[in-house]
């Protein structure tokens, strides 16, 4: 469960990055709010929480 949640994460991440055409505008807040998660949930899947 944990790794499908990281592999969804990580798209959401290179989906969000200003690089592409329609996320241009959008500045760096929703890569690096996707990055955050992706932090916490790659934290709390070595701890085995999840």
Known sequence: M???LII???LLLVG?????GY???WG???GG???VL????IVL???GRI
């Open 2 to 4: 944990s790794t499908i």
């Open 8 to 10: 969804i994460l990580v």
């Open 16 to 20: 969000a990055l200003p690089t592409w």
């Open 23 to 25: 996320s241009g505008s």
């Open 28 to 30: 760096y807040g929703p």
């Open 33 to 35: 709010i996707v990055g």
């Open 38 to 41: 992706l932090i916490i949930v």
């Open 45 to 47: 899947a070595l701890t």
